[in-house]
């Protein structure tokens, strides 16, 4: 019942996002709204160009003009990331930034591991699951390196990579049931659960997050740790 509702939640929660998403609008942050679509981003810059479905005229707009939604739906698109052609490695507050959001990833698919540990185990401790996550994802990837560096070699296409990826499960489950102490049914049950949990739990934050946080406050937040090191905007302009 605890992992229906959790997954219910976060359904509905995915579908709000979701639909404010699509009815979000491409616009200024005067509220003007910008007609066609993004069709150029310049990195030096900082233009965004939209081309208008009419006129064929292209409109360039500074990216620290445009209204908070619209940078983060482009935060999502390829015209951002594709800014770097030519370039071999990536400016270093692009690479802290990744890190940051790895290290982020982990703390949920680490409360994941909880919750999941919780509703199918019923073990509360928190120290199993940090253990569980650890351990299982460690021995999970390197059968995921084993089969892959195997795959380079014998090149018998995808079921060489189905069968890492069927081992890889299987001994994470193994390693987390041996945490638990509980069956290996039980374990991969946790181990893949884990990552529905996770996901839930990230949709939640950031539904709280947008709903309870100041415009203003979010503005600042993601202009300094995702706008400005992903490209879009340049540090002068964080206020």
Request: one cysteine or more.
């Amino acid at each position: 019942m605890g992992r229906l509702k959790l997954q219910t939640l976060a359904i509905l929660v995915f579908m709000s996002l979701h639909a404010n998403a699509l009815a979000a609008k491409w616009e200024l942050n005067s509220g003007t709204e910008l007609t066609g679509e993004p069709v150029r981003f310049n990195f030096q810059s900082k233009l965004v160009s939209w081309k208008d479905p009419i006129t064929r005229s292209f409109n360039d707009v500074p990216a620290e003009k445009l209204s908070y939604k619209t940078r983060q739906r482009l935060i999502l698109s390829s015209l951002i990331h594709n800014s770097y052609a030519g370039e071999q490695l990536w400016p270093k507050k692009r690479q802290a930034m990744l890190v940051k959001l790895f290290l982020i990833a982990g703390i949920f698919m680490c409360a994941g591991f909880w919750v999941a540990g919780w509703l199918i185990a019923g073990q509360w401790n928190p120290l199993s699951a940090s253990f569980a996550f650890i351990g299982s994802w460690i021995v999970a990837g390197i059968f995921i390196v084993m089969y892959l560096f195997l795959n380079s070699r014998v090149g018998e296409g995808n079921s060489v990579l189905i069968l890492g990826m069927i081992s890889a499960t299987g001994f994470a489950s193994l390693f987390t049931s041996a945490i638990y102490g509980c069956s290996f049914l039980k374990g991969l049950k946790i181990f893949l659960f884990q990552a529905v949990t996770s996901i839930c739990l990230l949709f939640i934050s950031i539904f709280v997050f947008e709903l309870a946080v100041p415009e203003k406050i979010k503005d600042k937040v993601w202009t300094k740790h995702i706008f400005v090191p992903s490209g879009l905007q340049k540090a002068s302009e964080v206020g």
